[in-house]
Nanobody, 123 residues
């Protein structure tokens, strides 16, 4: 069974930095797209940053130049470095992994979510 474990959230003042980590475990065959999403109170979940298996990245406009997504394939881990944080970045941040996993002799492609980590930015 595939599991995602996020860490690194917390409370920080505006202008500060946080680094989120997401470790993926289980019978993983290969990764496709991995990414970070966030959901603020009363709002829908939105994509923040994604990274392909080849390392191509994409960011939502509001975080460009401030956030950096990266991945360590050897450690099955994806990171989100967040700099110059703003109060509007406050949200629960979720890791997502689109991957192939194995069960017996069969492979399955699914999208998996972590439990979320709270990021709060005070003004």
């Amino acid at each position: 069974q595939v599991q995602l474990a996020e860490s690194g959230g917390g409370l920080v003042q505006a202008g500060g930095s946080l680094r989120l980590s997401c470790v993926v475990s289980g019978n993983i065959v290969s990764f496709n797209l991995m990414g970070w999403y966030r959901q603020a109170p009363g709002k829908q979940r939105e994509p923040v940053a994604t990274i392909t298996s080849r390392g191509s990245t994409n960011y939502t406009d509001s975080v460009k130049g401030r956030f950096t997504i990266s991945r360590d394939n050897a450690k099955n881990t994806v990171y989100l470095q967040m700099n110059n944080l703003r109060p509007e970045d406050t949200a629960v941040y979720y890791c997502n992994a689109d991957l192939w996993s194995s069960r017996g002799s069969r492979w399955y492609r699914n999208s998996h979510w972590g439990q979320g980590t709270q990021v709060t930015v005070s003004s």
